[in-house]
C-alpha cells in the first residue's frame, strides 16, 4: 500500500503491520501524478511542475529507507546547496554583538576575559546550531577564557557548517589575557629583535587601531589600558 501527498510518498506492507518500507520525498517543483503497485515493486509517475516534463522511478519494496529520492535528470543548472550552509548574514545574525570578516573566517570585537559561557549567552542559537571551542594550541574547551586564535565551529544536525578564528584586542598572546607579556611580543613586533613576528589574527589582535601596521602608536595603547586596569 502506498500512502501519498503532492511530492511525498510512503511504502507500507499490508503483510506486516503497516511497517513502512520505504519514503521518498520530491523537489519542491515536482508533483507525482500516479502510482501502480504490484506485490513485489511500485512504479511512481511524477513530473516537474515547471517544465512539464514527466518521470518515471521503480520503487522495490526491499529498497533501503535511506535511498536517496529521485529527482529530475541534471540540466546543467547548479542547484542551492543541500547542505543548508548558513550565509553570512545568517551567521551575522547568529553572533550578535561580534563582528566577522566571512572571508578570512575571523571573529572579533570580543571583549578581553569574555568566557567560553559568556561568549554563548551572547550568541543567537534558536535552536538552529551549536558551538565548540578550542584554544589557540588546538585543545577542545568548554570553560575559561576566549583568547585570540581559539577557535569556534558551528554545528547544525551534527555537521560542521562555519568555523572561526577568535580575535581578542590586546591579546597577541592568545592566552585570553592582558598582561606584559603581550607588551613583550609587541617590542618583539616593532623592533624586530629575532622573536617570532605576528601575523594572521595575533597581527590583528595588535594593530589596535586598525591601520594595517603594528608601531609604537599600537604600542602606546596597549600600555594605555594596562595602565588603566591597575
Do not use: H
Amino acid at each position: 500500500m502506498c500512502k501519498t501527498a503532492e511530492n511525498e510518498a510512503s511504502l507500507f506492507d499490508l503483510n506486516d503491520r503497516l511497517v513502512k518500507k520505504y519514503g521518498v520525498t520530491l523537489q519542491g517543483t515536482e508533483q507525482i501524478t500516479t502510482i501502480c503497485s504490484s506485490s513485489e515493486n511500485t512504479l511512481l509517475v511524477y513530473k516537474d511542475k515547471d517544465g512539464g516534463n514527466y518521470f518515471a522511478k521503480i520503487i522495490d519494496a526491499n529498497e533501503d529507507l535511506d535511498e536517496e529520492s529521485p529527482s529530475a535528470p541534471d540540466d546543467g543548472q547548479s542547484s542551492e546547496n543541500t547542505a543548508d550552509e548558513p550565509t553570512k548574514d545568517t551567521i551575522a545574525k547568529v553572533l550578535g554583538p561580534y563582528d566577522i570578516d566571512d572571508e578570512n573566517k575571523y571573529i572579533s570585537k570580543i571583549d578581553l576575559g569574555t568566557t567560553v559561557a559568556a561568549f554563548k549567552q551572547n550568541l543567537n542559537l534558536d535552536g538552529k546550531y551549536t558551538v565548540t571551542f578550542k584554544n589557540y594550541t588546538g585543545k577542545e574547551i568548554t570553560n575559561g577564557k576566549l583568547g585570540t586564535g581559539s577557535v569556534v565551529s558551528f554545528w547544525k544536525n551534527g555537521t560542521l557548517v562555519k568555523e572561526y578564528t577568535v580575535v581578542v584586542d590586546f591579546d597577541v598572546s592568545g592566552e585570553g589575557n592582558f598582561n606584559s607579556r603581550d607588551i613583550d611580543y609587541m617590542y618583539n613586533q616593532i623592533f624586530d629583535n629575532g622573536k617570532t613576528s605576528l601575523t594572521g589574527e595575533y597581527f590583528i589582535s595588535g594593530d589596535t587601531n586598525k591601520d594595517g601596521v603594528i608601531d609604537t602608536v599600537d604600542l602606546l595603547y596597549m600600555k594605555k589600558a594596562m595602565a588603566s586596569e591597575k
